[in-house]
């Protein structure tokens, strides 16, 4: 299924930053969620801040424009700067992983994070490819609740749902 880009991805003041407050507010909003539906669709949880410019959502090829913005955090050294991008709270990702182990019968029982994840099991879910940074807030999410604790294994780390 392709990505529907909405009515504003082909109008040119959309890629460039509005003098007006009130309508430079709604702008960013509207490409806020814009860019989140775009990495929800295409289940994007990084982007490279250095390839972000080949990205259609912040590149349009017809309007000859780039969004641009800053990254206010300086890299470690010998890094690629990442921005890290939260189309779902952490805790709306525990809620849908515990509705999921509940609803198979897997409570009291030990994943890997990468059978979580990655699985045969978790495929036709939601969460299934979640990468691990957003998969451990989640995991911690669900244990500030009590509804399960994160592990450190031999090979990795895992969770136990209660």
Same mark, same amino acid.
């Given at each position: 299924?392709?990505?529907?880009?909405?009515?504003?991805?082909?109008?040119?003041?959309?890629?460039?930053?509005?003098?007006?407050?009130?309508?430079?507010?709604?702008?960013?909003?509207?490409?806020?969620?814009?860019?989140?539906?775009?990495?929800?669709?295409?289940?994007?949880?990084?982007?490279? !801040?250095?390839?972000?410019?080949?990205?259609?959502?912040?590149?349009?090829?017809?309007?000859?424009?780039?969004?641009?913005?800053?990254?206010?955090?300086?890299?470690?050294?010998?890094?690629?700067? !990442?921005?890290?991008?939260?189309?779902?709270?952490?805790?709306?990702?525990?809620?849908? !992983?515990?509705?999921?182990?509940?609803?198979?019968?897997?409570?009291?029982?030990?994943?890997?994070?990468?059978?979580?994840?990655?699985?045969?099991?978790?495929?036709?879910?939601?969460?299934?490819?979640?990468?691990?940074?957003?998969?451990?807030?989640?995991?911690?999410?669900?244990?500030?609740?009590?509804?399960?604790?994160?592990?450190?294994?031999?090979?990795?780390?895992?969770?136990?749902?209660?």
């Amino acid at each position: 299924m392709s990505f529907e880009w909405p009515w504003q991805y082909n109008f040119p003041p959309f890629f460039t930053l509005q003098p007006n407050v009130d309508t430079r507010q709604k702008q960013l909003a509207a490409w806020c969620f814009l860019a989140l539906s775009y990495c929800r669709h295409h289940k994007l949880y990084t982007l490279d !801040i250095m390839e972000v410019q080949e990205c259609p959502v912040f590149n349009h090829k017809n309007i000859d424009s780039i969004l641009l913005f800053t990254v206010s955090n300086q890299p470690e050294k010998n890094t690629r700067p !990442i921005c890290l991008v939260m189309w779902r709270r952490p805790e709306e990702w525990g809620k849908l !992983i515990y509705q999921w182990v509940s609803k198979n019968g897997m409570v009291n029982t030990v994943f890997t994070l990468y059978e979580l994840a990655n699985g045969d099991d978790t495929e036709s879910e939601e969460f299934h490819g979640l990468e691990e940074w957003m998969l451990i807030r989640s995991l911690q999410a669900l244990q500030t609740d009590g509804k399960a604790e994160v592990i450190t294994m031999d090979d990795g780390k895992g969770v136990k749902f209660f």
